[in-house]
């Protein structure tokens, strides 16, 4: 990222009369807002680190009804009055800031919206109603044995938490015994997709798309590559849907992330609608935007929260890549490879963020990364191949215990 890019500072009109709150643990959010000498308050479950400047820091799991968590808010925030803007940094974060926001006198959106992009009852229903081709999906509460989850959706399902992302709470179930293992309550039940994965990442402002960006899942989890390089047909198919994503939401500002299958094996040419998230995007999506498009892509985001002017670039200079490194269960002995992965063409930057000596857990989510790098180059494929690369480059040595 080029930081002589940056179009705001703290001299910058309108930036004087902010205040924000920020929901979730989001640290690009606060480091930026921290650039910018904005006042900010923070409620994050769990907790931010490593605070410099803050009104106040709220460590407490986020209740789920709205009058809860406008009793939270009230007590821990209405001190410092009225609040210009909340921003939302999680998944978990999306429906509580536009409850937050209401509380405190904020720019608001609608709870409807909220709720339609974190939970994914209210996505699918809506976007069935829409006649958004999705892949086929049963609520828990419609299921009442396990066999009709197999004769509706067939011999292989996704279950899937209604209000988790990153791969969280994600399982396979391909039998009854599947079914029958996942206790918890409010789950959705997905038709299997064998096929390739991609997303779209749009800023909007006063209900028009202002700037989008598409990545490729070189490798779900681990590999990500922007823009997204794909054949045309489908690329343009994605766009298409996106913008009617977005349109049937009636969103008027704010950044979405979502998530298409598609394939083009010759039998079939299609594209299907996955889910769509309120937020920027995790996984170093936003790292790889601003690499590929020259502009600092965090920056952008505060400013279309806060509704400040910004010019976004209109075409991409680069392609960039980020490869994701998850240790493995048990205690990290030592990391390998740290040096030749500097000696791959494309590299541009990486870092190790689980020390030896550290206990690391299983990886459930995409947030869960042990390492990561940053690829840039002005070829596709030349940047697909270095990031696929260096997952074989470093290595952790663990204890396995």
């Known amino acids: 990222m080029n930081q002589n890019n940056w179009q705001l500072a703290p001299s910058s009109p309108g930036l004087k009369d902010k205040k924000v709150l920020v929901v979730g643990n989001r640290r690009p959010i606060i480091q930026t807002l921290e650039r910018l000498e904005v006042p900010f308050a923070i409620w994050a479950?769990?907790?931010?680190?490593?605070?410099?400047?803050?009104?106040?820091?709220?460590?407490?799991?986020?209740?789920?009804?709205?009058?809860?968590?406008?009793?939270?808010t009230e007590k821990e925030f209405a001190e410092f009055g009225t609040f210009?803007?909340?921003?939302a940094g999680t998944e978990a974060s999306v429906f509580v800031a536009s409850v937050c926001r209401r509380a405190?006198?904020?720019?608001?959106?609608?709870?409807?919206?909220?709720?339609?992009?974190s939970d994914k009852q209210h996505m699918k229903k809506l976007m069935n109603q829409c006649s958004i081709p999705m892949a086929d999906c049963l609520f828990q509460m419609d299921a009442e044995f396990a066999e009709q989850v197999f004769d509706r959706l067939g011999p292989k399902v996704v279950i899937k938490q209604r209000r988790n992302s990153g791969g969280r709470g994600v399982s396979i179930a391909t039998s009854i015994e599947d079914v029958a293992?996942?206790?918890?309550?409010?789950?959705?039940?997905?038709?299997?997709?064998?096929?390739?994965?991609?997303?779209?990442?749009?800023?909007?402002?006063?209900?028009?798309?202002?700037?989008?960006?598409t990545t490729n899942y070189?490798?779900?989890?681990?590999a990500n590559l922007v823009p997204a390089n794909v054949p045309g047909k489908i690329l343009n198919r994605a766009l298409e849907l996106n913008r009617t994503v977005i349109s049937a939401l009636k969103l008027n500002w704010g950044m979405t992330h979502a998530e298409f299958f598609w394939r083009a094996d010759g039998k079939t040419d299609g594209v299907l609608f996955g889910e769509v998230a309120l937020r920027p995007p995790g996984g170093y999506i936003m790292d790889c935007i601003s690499l590929a498009f020259g502009f600092d892509a965090w920056e952008a985001f505060i400013a279309n929260e806060l509704n400040l002017p910004y010019a976004f670039p209109e075409s991409h200079s680069q392609t960039a890549g980020v490869a994701l490194f998850h240790a493995g269960e048990g205690t990290l002995q030592a990391v390998d490879g740290t040096d030749l992965i500097k000696q791959i063409p494309s590299?541009?930057?990486?870092?190790?963020?689980t020390k030896?000596?550290?206990?690391?857990?299983?990886?459930?989510?995409?947030?869960?990364?042990?390492?990561?790098?940053?690829?840039?180059?002005?070829?596709?494929?030349?940047?697909?191949?270095d990031v696929l690369e260096s997952l074989k480059t470093l290595k952790f040595r663990i204890n396995q215990q």
């Not at 680190?49 to 460590?59: G, I, P």
């Not at 405190?104 to 992009?117: H, S, V, W, Y």
């Not at 070189?218 to 681990?222: A, D, E, N, R, T």
């Not at 000596?357 to 940047?383: D, I």
Request: charged letters at 30%.
């Open 45 to 72: 479950n769990p907790p931010s680190k490593r605070l410099t400047k803050c009104l106040k820091s709220v460590a407490r799991s986020y209740p789920a009804k709205p009058a809860d968590i406008r009793d939270v």
């Open 84 to 87: 210009s803007d909340v921003i």
């Open 104 to 117: 405190l006198g904020a720019r608001k959106t609608k709870d409807t919206i909220a709720l339609r992009c």
């Open 181 to 213: 293992s996942r206790k918890e309550r409010g789950l959705l039940y997905e038709r299997f997709v064998d096929a390739n994965e991609m997303s779209v990442e749009s800023f909007i402002r006063d209900g028009e798309i202002v700037f989008t960006s």
């Open 218 to 222: 070189l490798v779900k989890k681990y």
């Open 347 to 353: 590299y541009h930057c990486s870092k190790i963020l």
């Open 356 to 385: 030896p000596g550290a206990v690391v857990s299983k990886r459930v989510g995409v947030g869960e990364v042990s390492a990561y790098g940053l690829f840039t180059s002005s070829n596709a494929s030349t940047t697909s191949r």
